[in-house]
């Protein structure tokens, strides 16, 4: 038998549109997603400009208690699973067990990484519960 994989909604969270619509209008248009970095002070840093994603509500998808306790990457991965499933229409015709989404990141955690970095080296004490790298 030969598996068969159908693609029924899309979701996107960007640094030119989160949404696909506003996504492609920017893809389209030429947008670019590059601009100075306002996540943090750069002053320290060579690098000055990033692909933030800009114009973001994770309370779109998620509690207030959900935001805090998840990394970045995974308030973008619900937010565009959740814009896929919602695209695909398949909301209460499938049992959620019975399909799934792909989701794609060049690299995800990275904020909770740093957070926890300086509070789960040696010389430290204990960090947040989070941070597995503790000897």
Known sequence: MENRVVITG???????????EAFKKSLFGGV????????????????????????????????KIEVKKTDLFTRYAIASACEAAEMSGIAGCVAPEDFGVYYGSGIGGFETFVDEHLPCSPAAPPGSPRCSSRR
């Open 10 to 20: 899309m979701g996107a969270v960007t640094p030119i549109g989160c949404g696909i």
């Open 32 to 63: 670019c997603g590059i601009a100075p970095i306002t996540r943090f002070d750069t002053s320290d840093f060579k690098a000055k400009v990033a692909a933030e994603v800009k114009d973001f509500d994770p309370l779109r998808y998620l509690s």
